[in-house]
């Protein structure tokens, strides 16, 4: 693949991502506008030379600081949100389900990503379709190491930041895939996070059904996955 046509991709997944979020395109957009507007007392009043180039300069910056001190705080209440509703969300499943793992980020940009994936239509299609599960968000592999232990969990979807051989959490500490214990009740592993690097993922470790991209991971990729209901059929007969 040529330099444009890769460059064509990935113009052409940004705008996937983007717009299929509208809180997030909404931003942008509206970025978008403000710097333009910082830069209109330069087209309609020119200073020229470097006075002018610094003054575009600083009415730019001055005005992203702007976005961002509006921004930063809807992001967090918008990511606080999303946390509050996976941890108290009850599936009422009991005995053998599928682990939903979701790792809580305590940075901003790095729980956005969570935003951007339709969790609630995958909790819903879920419900839909009768496949018993629970949403477990955690903070450490630790949390994640007693999820995979328990012997009722079937099936494991993961949702966060990582690379191939392994998931990232928000003290930048990883839980390499290789460090669990091949678990014989588990049929099926997913990894919804960034791909990326070599090594093996969980679902080659353990020999069983599952999905892992080999490479970055976006969120509209992770959302096809879910729209496509490819893994309905394949828990329905691992969980009946």
């Known amino acids: 693949m040529n330099f444009w046509s890769k460059l064509k991709n990935n113009y052409y997944n940004f705008l996937r991502v983007v717009f299929d979020d509208v809180p ?3 931003t942008i957009i509206l970025s978008m506008l403000l710097c333009v507007y910082a ?3 330069l087209v309609y009043h020119p200073v020229h030379g470097l006075f002018g180039f610094y003054s575009a300069i600083a009415r ?4 992203v600081i702007i976005i961002l001190l509006i921004l930063y705080p809807i992001g967090l209440i918008r990511t606080g949100m999303f946390y509050r509703w996976a941890e108290s969300y009850d599936s009422s499943a009991k005995g053998r389900h599928l ?3 979701v790792v ?3 940075l901003m940009i790095k729980s956005l990503f969570h935003l951007l994936v339709k969790m609630k239509l995958l909790s819903r299609t879920l419900k839909d379709n009768d496949i018993p599960f629970r949403i477990y968000v955690v903070k450490n592999s630790r949390q994640v190491l007693d999820i ?3 012997k009722d969990v079937s099936a494991v979807m993961v949702f966060g930041h990582g690379v191939r051989h392994g ?3 928000s003290d930048y500490t990883y839980l390499y895939y290789c460090d669990i214990p091949k678990y014989k009740h588990i049929k099926y592993w997913s990894q919804f996070h960034c791909n990326h690097y070599a090594g093996k993922s969980m679902s080659e470790y353990l020999g069983c059904e599952g999905y892992a991209t080999s490479d970055i991971t976006i969120s509209h990729d992770i959302n096809d996955y879910i729209k496509s209901k490819a893994y309905v059929k394949k828990l329905k007969k ?3």
Do not use: C, D, E, Q
């Open 167 to 169: 998931i990232k959490f």
């Open 238 to 240: 691992i969980l009946g």
């Open 148 to 150: 995979v232990a328990n």
């Open 104 to 106: 809580k980020y305590s």
């Open 39 to 41: 830069l209109l007392p």
């Open 60 to 63: 730019v910056i001055l005005w």
């Open 99 to 101: 682990a939903i793992i």
């Open 24 to 26: 997030l395109s909404t």
